[in-house]
């Protein structure tokens, strides 16, 4: 089992930024990848960003291209989402998660665990 545990959302404006962490336990050892997903309300899950494990391969929806970046820190077990110009369409839960081999990464329901989720909210 992995437990995952994201912290750092916040009220925010649009144009600030946020740091998200995801600390990982449990059996760190058999992640391939992580993910970060988001849901605002009344809409679906949906993929954020990603990375490989032990390579730090990134893969970024369209829609946070060049704002958005994940990385990781293996000896913390962590994973990081650095949001930049925040919009408030980026309102959301965002869940980080993780996938113990190699499918399709957008797809939510490729993951094994998840975490509880850290809202993030961007007043204009």
């Known amino acids: 089992q992995v437990q995952l545990v994201e912290t750092g959302g916040g009220l925010v404006q649009a144009g600030d930024s946020l740091r998200l962490s995801c600390a990982a336990s449990?059996?760190?050892?058999?992640?391939?990848?992580m993910g970060w997903f988001r849901q605002a309300p009344g809409k679906e899950r949906e993929f954020v960003a990603a990375i490989t494990w032990s390579l730090g391969i990134t893969s970024y929806a369209d829609s946070v291209k060049g704002r958005f970046t994940i990385s990781r820190d293996n000896a913390k077990n962590t994973v990081y989402l650095q949001v930049n110009s925040l919009k408030p369409e980026d309102t959301a839960v965002y869940y980080c998660a993780a996938k113990t081999c190699c499918s399709d990464y957008r797809y939510r329901e490729n993951y094994d665990y998840w975490g509880q989720g850290t809202q993030v909210t961007v007043s204009s």
């Open positions: 449990g059996r760190t050892s058999s992640m391939y990848r």
